[in-house]
T-cell receptor, first 111, second 114 residues
Framework: DQQVKQNSPSLSVQEGRISILNCDYT??????FLWYKKYPAEGPTFLIS?????DKNEDGRFTVFLNKSAKHLSLHIVPSQPGDSAVYFC??????????FGKGTRLSVIA | DSGVTQTPKHLITATGQRVTLRCSPR?????VYWYQQSLDQGLQFLIH???????AKGNILERFSAQQFPDLHSELNLSSLELGDSALYFC?????????????FGSGTQLSVL
C-alpha cells in the first residue's frame, strides 16, 4: 500500500521550459513533505521541503506547491536545465517514523 | 559528497549465499537508515538504528539483519540470498532521533544475485 504515489515514471521537457513533477499521498496526517533528487550512481540528495502549514515553498528555480484538500503536491522547475535530468522522489515522514518515498519520476531535460 | 560511505559499491554473488554491506554515517550522525531500491519499486525502508539501538523496522525480510556498532558504523547482513534480492541498497544518516527530514544518503551498494 503506497502512501506516497508518483504516477508518472518519466517526463521529458525542453531546456528552458517548465518541468512539473507530481506526487499524491493518501495519509491526511502527513504534515511535512520532501523532494529528493538522484543522479545515476549516486544516492538521493535532499532538494526542497514543505510544511503543511504552507502551500508553497520556493528555492531558486525550484518551487513546491502543496494542495492539502487534494492530497497533492507538485515540484516546479523553472527554467529547466540539462543538469536537472535525474530521478526525483517525493517523500513524507508518517509520524515519527522513517521517510516513505514514492517510486520516483525520471526527468529528462532535452537541450 | 554526502559524507556517508558505503562499501562495497558492487557485489555479485550466487543464490543461497550471505553478504554483508557496510555503512559509515556522516561524522556526528547517530541515526543510520537502510533502504532498498528494486527495479520497479521506490525506496523501501528496511530498518533504522539510533546510537546502536534499533528504532524502527520496515519491510525487512527475516533473512536480513542489521546492527550498528559503538563507532556508529552499520552493517546489513543478507543471507540465503534469492534472485529477487538483487537491488540497490542505500544507507542514510541523520542527526535526528526520530523525525527524518534531510537524510543524507550514501551512493549505494548494487547487489546482483545470480
Amino acid at each position: 500500500d503506497q502512501q506516497v504515489k508518483q504516477n508518472s515514471p518519466s517526463l521529458s521537457v525542453q531546456e528552458g521550459r517548465i518541468s512539473i513533477l507530481n506526487c499524491d499521498y493518501t495519509n491526511s496526517m502527513f504534515d511535512y513533505f520532501l523532494w529528493y533528487k538522484k543522479y545515476p550512481a549516486e544516492g538521493p540528495t535532499f532538494l526542497i521541503s514543505i510544511s503543511s502549514i504552507k502551500d508553497k515553498n520556493e528555492d531558486g528555480r525550484f518551487t513546491v506547491f502543496l494542495n492539502k484538500s487534494a492530497k497533492h503536491l507538485s515540484l516546479h522547475i523553472v527554467p529547466s536545465q540539462p543538469g536537472d535530468s535525474a530521478v526525483y522522489f517525493c517523500a513524507a515522514p508518517p509520524g515519527n517514523t522513517p521517510l516513505v518515498f514514492g517510486k520516483g519520476t525520471r526527468l529528462s531535460v532535452i537541450a | 559528497d554526502s559524507g556517508v560511505t558505503q562499501t562495497p559499491k558492487h557485489l555479485i554473488t550466487a543464490t543461497g549465499q550471505r553478504v554483508t554491506l557496510r555503512c559509515s554515517p556522516r561524522s556526528g550522525d547517530l541515526s543510520v537508515y537502510w533502504y532498498q531500491q528494486s527495479l520497479d519499486q521506490g525506496l523501501q525502508f528496511l530498518i533504522h538504528y539510533y546510537n546502536g539501538e534499533e528504532r524502527a523496522k520496515g519491510n525487512i525480510l527475516e533473512r536480513f539483519s542489521a546492527q550498528q556498532f559503538p563507532d556508529l558504523h552499520s552493517e546489513l547482513n543478507l543471507s540465503s540470498l534469492e534472485l529477487g534480492d538483487s537491488a540497490l541498497y542505500f544507507c542514510a544518516s541523520s542527526d535526528a532521533q526520530g523525525t527524518n527530514e534531510k537524510l543524507f544518503f550514501g551512493s549505494g551498494t548494487q547487489l546482483s544475485v545470480l
